[in-house]
């Protein structure tokens, strides 16, 4: 979640977690049950590969050729141009203009293989974190599952990479407009590379607002 305005201090119950230490899976996985979010560092996506795939998005959403992939409504693939999305409960359309990739859907012409390597990797990488969560859930739970929370994702045709870009703010925006409004996930879980600039928070269970740590090279993993 974002939230409205201002920065607030770290929550002390999300967890930053090295993927190497022993005690990772269930580190990370009472991180996400305490507060749906959890801070992942050295894991096995290199930074200069997440770096490399913002600059390629950075010269996509610069240039005019991304209209030639506005979204299909009934895919919901593609590019979204900027104020297509409004959160939930928000009457004002988000600053920010956004690309749905899935594993079907194809590149922009020009795009290195770049985000598809990435895409896969982070697929696989987000597997792996399912199967700490299936270790760490009580038995009594995990006996109702359907299938493995692995399988949920594998061969997936709705696991999702979603370039984000947000402009500057010009001035003239509406009052109270903001990059993203407060909201919640629906995914079962989401991965998030540290972004360029921060801004990440959460709502915690009391109703104050926490920025989520996430340094360069980290992931920042919620759950819907």
Not at 157 to 167: N, Q
Request: with cysteine; glycine share 6%.
């Amino acid at each position: 979640m974002n939230s409205p305005s201002g920065s607030r201090p770290l929550s002390a119950d999300v967890k930053t977690v090295s993927y190497r230490s022993k005690t990772a899976p269930r580190e990370f996985s009472d991180s996400l049950k305490n507060t749906g979010f959890a801070v992942l560092t050295d894991h096995p996506i290199e930074p200069q590969l997440i770096h490399q795939v913002f600059d390629d998005w950075k010269t996509f959403f610069a240039s005019d050729a991304k209209h030639r992939y506005t979204f299909d409504p009934s895919k919901q693939s593609g590019y979204f141009p900027f104020k297509s999305e409004n959160a939930k409960g928000s009457p004002l359309k988000d600053l920010k203009e956004f690309f749905h990739l899935f594993g079907w859907n194809e590149l922009p012409t020009g795009m290195s293989t770049r985000t598809r390597e990435l895409y896969d990797r982070m697929s696989t990488l987000a597997g792996e974190l399912l199967e700490w969560v299936q270790e760490n859930t009580p038995d009594e739970i995990r006996k109702t599952f359907s299938m493995p929370l692995k399988d949920m994702i594998t061969e997936s045709s709705d696991t999702l990479l979603r370039p984000i870009h947000y402009p500057p703010i010009e001035p003239g925006e509406e009052k109270g407009a903001i990059r993203a409004a407060a909201h919640e996930d629906i995914n079962l879980i989401t991965l998030l590379p540290a972004a360029s600039a921060p801004g990440l928070q959460l709502l915690g269970a009391e109703g104050r607002w926490y920025d989520i740590p996430c340094d360069i090279g980290s992931l920042a993993i919620n759950s819907g």
